[in-house]
C-alpha cells in the first residue's frame, strides 16, 4: 500500500528561522512530489511540483528537493514569516494523476 | 481568471437527505478529482475522472455518486447512504499528460443536521 508520512506534525518556530519539512513516501515508482499549503478552511494552494527526473525546485524563499532512491522529500522555508503559518502538505503522484497526501505538518511562525 | 470554483462553501443536510456539490473550472483541464478532508487526517480520494464521460472509483466511493457531461463540471452527490458525510470536501482538477501539476477549489463544508 502507497503511503506519505510528514514528520513532524506541527512545528513552533520564532520569526525569522529557516527550517526544514520533511516528507516520506513508500512507492519508489513515483511520478511527481507536490507540495501544497493549507490555510485554515481554505483549499489547497500548490507551492513546487517536483517531477521524478528532478532533484529539486526553488520558487522564492522555498526550495524543496526530492531523493528517490530514499523516498524521502524536504521543503526548506527560508527566513520564516508569521505569514508562512499554516498547515503544509506533501503528496505523491505515481502517473495516474491521483494524489497521495501526507498527513501535513502544523506550521506555526511567532513574531 | 483561471481557476476551479467550488460552491456552496458551506452546506447542510438533514439525515436522508442527498446534496449535490459543484465543482466547475475553466482551465481546460481534462482530469477532475473530489477528495474529502477529515480533521487530523490527509486528504482521501473519493472519485476521479480523467476524460468526459468517463469516472473513476477511488478509495472511499461507497456512498458518493458523481457525473462528468462536461469538461468543465464534475458534480459531487452525497447520498443517503453515506453514514458520515461531515467533512471538508475538495475538488481538484489537472492535464492529463504525465508531470501534471494539481490545482485545488476552496472546499465546501458539508455537515449534516
Known amino acids: 500500500k502507497q503511503e506519505v508520512t510528514q514528520i513532524p506534525a506541527a512545528l513552533s518556530v520564532p520569526e525569522g528561522e529557516n527550517l526544514v519539512l520533511n516528507c516520506s513516501f513508500t512507492d519508489s515508482a513515483i511520478y511527481n512530489l507536490q507540495w501544497f499549503r493549507q490555510d485554515p478552511g481554505k483549499g489547497l494552494t500548490s507551492l513546487l511540483l517536483?517531477?521524478?527526473?528532478?532533484r529539486e525546485q526553488t520558487s522564492g524563499r522555498l526550495n524543496a528537493s526530492l531523493d528517490k532512491s530514499s523516498g524521502r522529500s524536504t521543503l526548506y522555508i527560508a527566513a520564516s514569516q508569521p505569514g508562512d503559518s499554516a498547515t503544509y502538505l506533501c503528496?505523491?503522484?505515481?502517473?495516474?494523476?491521483?494524489?497521495?497526501f501526507g498527513q501535513g505538518t502544523t506550521l506555526q511562525v511567532k513574531p | 481568471d483561471g481557476g476551479i470554483t467550488q460552491s456552496p462553501k458551506y452546506l447542510f443536510r438533514k439525515e436522508g437527505q442527498n446534496v449535490t456539490l459543484s465543482c466547475e473550472q475553466n482551465l481546460n483541464h481534462d482530469a477532475m478529482y473530489w477528495y474529502r478532508q477529515d480533521p487530523g487526517q490527509g486528504l482521501r480520494l473519493i472519485y476521479y475522472s480523467q476524460i468526459v464521460n468517463d469516472f473513476q472509483k477511488g478509495d472511499i466511493a461507497e456512498g458518493y455518486s458523481v457525473s462528468r457531461e462536461k469538461k468543465e463540471s464534475f458534480p459531487l452527490t452525497v447520498t443517503s447512504a453515506q453514514k458520515n458525510p461531515t467533512a471538508f470536501y475538495l475538488c481538484a482538477s489537472s492535464t492529463n499528460t504525465g508531470y501534471t501539476e494539481a490545482f485545488f477549489g476552496q472546499g465546501t463544508r458539508l455537515t449534516v443536521v
Open positions: 517536483i517531477q521524478s527526473s528532478q
Open positions: 503528496a505523491q503522484d505515481g502517473n495516474t494523476g491521483k494524489l497521495i
